[in-house]
């Protein structure tokens, strides 16, 4: 976690290496379509999404007007984030925007291997999605991006947001 955060720490002396061609080259990701690294308004459209089905579910379990409304639509919203990421790779929203949640530990060849259909996509895991959405929680960790454009919780958990279509 501490090389992940590093880079933030740092400053903004540790950019991109000069010699990049496009955000995601250094991963091993495609310039743009399927598996090209998602920008950040449809990362917004697809949380947004979510939170909408995420308020639409709490109200089975609290009324409109409850005071606390608010944080059962955090609760359902963080177990949907987990459970779909965990099982599908990706959350409702962010199925619907066209995109998954994909694991850039294994390296640029994985990955290329990957996006070809040549080798299965490799499941994020309940431990990563977890971590993911307990970072996403606090929102700073979502709004600190790297030269890629991958947000700190990406970051810390191996993990990349790219395009599924």
Not at 46 to 60: E, H, P, Q, R, T
Not at 69 to 85: E, N, S, Y
Not at 113 to 142: C, H, N, S, T, Y
């Amino acid at each position: 976690m501490s090389r992940a955060a590093g880079s933030w720490l740092s400053g903004p002396q540790s950019g991109a290496p000069a010699d990049l061609e496009y955000r995601g080259a250094d991963l091993g990701l495609p310039e743009s379509g399927p598996g090209a690294l998602v920008p950040g308004w449809p990362r917004t459209l697809a949380l947004f999404v979510d939170w909408i089905i995420g308020g639409g579910l709490s109200l089975f379990f609290v009324g409109f007007g409850s005071p606390k409304l608010g944080l059962a639509v955090l609760a359902v919203w963080f177990v949907i984030g987990v459970f779909t990421v965990t099982m599908f790779g990706f959350t409702p929203g962010q199925f619907a925007v066209g995109m998954r949640v994909a694991r850039v530990d294994h390296g640029p060849e994985r990955l290329a291997d990957e996006i070809a259909g040549k080798a299965p996509v490799a499941a994020v895991g309940v431990i990563r999605a977890l971590m993911r959405q307990v970072l996403i929680v606090f929102l700073v960790p979502a709004l600190m991006n790297d030269y890629n454009g991958r947000a700190l919780h990406d970051r810390a958990t191996g993990t990349a947001m790219v395009r599924s279509r």
